[in-house]
């Protein structure tokens, strides 16, 4: 009997003191969330829907530009003179421009003789163009293949240069920086960046440098991107959305408006002479490319962008890669918007107008807000908002203005408008890196000059998938797991749960959505996986 009493004291207990627990969890909740986190939650909606409207003008204006190009029949190049070269009976090959061609590149085993080879074929007088490779390679294995490559072209008359350096400082920008030393350069009028993936038709120079012969206004044109593995998998299909509406939207705007644009750091074509106006190539950010284009167009230069000439190149197809790349492509505009902001405002050499334009529409509200409203609306306040019913997204904020948004997208890839559903999601896990990468780069975090090179894949993957041995893909359960996505994931699931039991506005049917898109990229399971052998 004694026995049996001190059973039921002792649930009993528990049980009082589980109950006080929460209790006190419950009275310390309602002591901070009136005072605290209610106007502070208010706070945040505010800020979403200021930035929420930024973005839809800024979305809505392109899209009025655009229809009015479209409609008008004028494409940026129209604007300019454009007259094939043509060989002098009296000059010769002396009528053609010096063009130097650069391909920076770092191990990149499976990629480096199709752009060593496409860049070979170029056509364009021999005695008048330089190929000139910039091999970081670490790997010596891979510098040895890709100095072999190099002498095997050299061998059958292609003027190629293997240029190497002890170190690799400056990543990208060094070694195009370094490469721009070399004493046969001097000659050179106009210089072409392929990255290592990048493989230009044979009539990509007579396409683009006619217009810099011609317009000596013009300092870069810049040519389209064309991916040639945006069908490998959903993500790279995903890819190709957010990318083909930067090029038929973004770039093409910019270019027929203010002749700026930020330049892709890969199928150019610079003129030298304003490269080195404006300071050739820095490293101060992750993003050198951009950092030039910026400091040309302050010294007065224009930029042209080509819709019509397309470059065929790789899409990052592991998760891993794409997520380092995104990083990069996020952290370094905002960072050097932090560093150039006022070098923009101070310049004199160019309209009031366009540094409008460059400020707030080129950096603040594509390169920072679009990344930071995304994830802080659609995967913090919003769920926030189902906890916490005193505060409300209005409707319009919530879902009329993402779906303008994510129709006016669909513009550049209309192949996958069946997709917009996927994009959404996929976008929304990805706004999360991106916000964190924005915010390293605006405060200079620890990561802001990380720099990795995107992983490319190149026809290897197809080949080992082609082999005829059967291989058991085996891996580490942490090399596909990824924390952050998890936790964010959780977070969406907990809010949807709390919304189904005591909540009215139906978010769940999104935030369960939403969570299994953070689920699925949380455990890798998307892209290409390549196991580590």
Same mark, same amino acid.
């Given at each position: 009997m004694g026995q049996l009493a001190a059973a039921t004291v002792l649930p009993n207990s528990a049980l009082r003191g589980t109950d006080d627990i929460a209790a006190q969890l419950s009275l310390l909740w309602g002591w901070i969330k009136a005072p605290l986190?209610?106007?502070?939650?208010?706070?945040?909606?505010?800020?979403?829907?200021?930035?929420?409207?930024?973005?839809?003008?800024?979305?809505?204006?392109?899209? &009025?530009?655009? @229809?009015?190009?479209?409609?008008?029949?004028?494409?940026?190049?129209? *604007?300019?003179? $454009?007259?094939?070269?043509? /060989?002098?009976?009296?000059?010769?090959?002396?009528?053609?421009?010096?063009?130097?061609?650069?391909?920076?590149?770092?191990?990149?085993?499976?990629?480096?003789?199709?752009?060593?080879?496409?860049?070979c074929g170029l056509s364009w007088p021999s005695d008048r163009l330089i190929i000139q490779v910039l091999d970081d390679s670490t790997d010596l294995t891979i510098k040895d293949m890709v100095e072999l490559e190099c002498q095997r072209w050299a061998s059958k008359g292609i003027n190629i240069k293997y240029e190497v350096r002890d170190n690799r400082k400056g990543y990208k920008a060094g070694a195009l920086r370094e490469g721009?030393?070399?004493?046969?350069?001097?000659?050179?009028?106009?210089?072409?960046?392929?990255?290592?993936?990048?493989?230009?038709?044979?009539?990509?120079?007579?396409?683009? &440098?006619?217009? @810099?012969?011609?317009?000596?206004?013009?300092?870069?044109?810049?040519? *389209?991107?064309? $991916?040639?593995?945006?069908? /490998?998998?959903?993500?790279?299909?995903?890819?190709?959305?957010?990318?083909?509406?930067?090029?038929?939207?973004?770039?093409?705007?910019?270019?027929?408006?203010?002749?700026?644009?930020?330049?892709?750091?890969?199928?150019?074509?610079?003129?030298?002479?304003?490269?080195?106006?404006?300071?050739?190539?820095?490293?101060?950010?992750?993003?050198?490319?951009?950092d030039l284009a910026v400091r040309a167009s302050l010294k007065g230069w224009k930029f042209l962008y080509l819709g019509t000439v397309k470059v065929k190149n790789e899409l990052p197809s592991t998760f891993k890669a794409y997520r380092y790349q995104q990083h990069?492509?996020?952290c370094g505009p905002a960072n050097l918007f932090r560093k150039m902001v006022m070098e923009i405002v101070r310049n004199k050499k160019v309209s009031l107008?366009?540094?409008?334009?460059?400020?707030?529409?080129?950096?603040?509200?594509?390169?920072?807000?679009?990344?930071?409203?995304?994830?802080?609306?659609?995967?913090?306040?919003?769920?926030a908002t189902v906890v916490i019913p005193e505060v409300q997204v209005p409707k319009w904020a919530a879902v009329y203005i993402p779906t303008v948004i994510t129709m006016l997208n669909a513009v550049g890839t209309p192949r996958s408008i069946h997709l917009l559903v996927f994009w959404i999601l996929f976008e929304n896990v990805m706004s999360l890196h991106r916000t964190m990468a924005t915010f390293i780069g605006l405060l200079e975090g620890v990561r802001v000059n990380e720099w990795i090179v995107t992983e490319k894949l190149g026809g290897a993957l197809k080949a080992k998938a082609a082999a005829k041995a059967p291989r058991i893909r085996r891996f580490f359960f942490g090399d596909r797991i990824y924390l952050l996505e998890l936790g964010v994931g959780a977070f969406l699931f907990s809010c949807g749960c709390y919304d189904v039991l005591f909540g009215n506005n139906h978010y769940f049917i999104y935030l369960f959505v939403q969570a299994l898109a953070f689920f699925v990229m949380g455990f890798g399971y998307v892209g290409i996986y390549v196991p580590h052998t």
């Open positions: 986190i209610v106007p502070f939650l208010n706070i945040a909606v505010f800020l979403c829907l200021i930035m929420s409207l930024m973005l839809l003008i800024e979305r809505v204006y392109m899209s &009025i530009v655009i @229809l009015l190009l479209k409609l008008s029949g004028r494409s940026p190049e129209t *604007r300019y003179k $454009f007259e094939p070269m043509k /060989e002098d009976i009296e000059l010769g090959n002396s009528s053609y421009p010096m063009v130097l061609v650069q391909i920076p590149m770092f191990n990149e085993r499976e990629v480096y003789q199709l752009s060593i080879g496409a860049a721009m030393k070399r004493g046969y350069v001097k000659s050179c009028d106009f210089v072409v960046i392929f990255d290592a993936d990048f493989q230009p038709e044979s009539d990509f120079l007579t396409r683009t &440098i006619p217009f @810099l012969v011609h317009n000596p206004q013009l300092a870069l044109v810049q040519a *389209r991107w064309e $991916f040639v593995n945006a069908d /490998e998998c959903l993500m790279t299909r995903l890819q190709e959305m957010s990318l083909d509406y930067h090029f038929t939207v973004e770039q093409e705007v910019g270019s027929s408006t203010y002749a700026f644009f930020g330049f892709n750091g890969t199928a150019g074509v610079w003129r030298i002479a304003a490269l080195n106006e404006a300071g050739g190539w820095k490293d101060r950010t992750t993003v050198e490319d951009m990069r492509w996020s107008w366009k540094k409008v334009h460059v400020i707030y529409s080129f950096f603040f509200v594509r390169k920072i807000i679009a990344h930071i409203i995304t994830f802080v609306l659609y995967c913090v306040v919003l769920p």
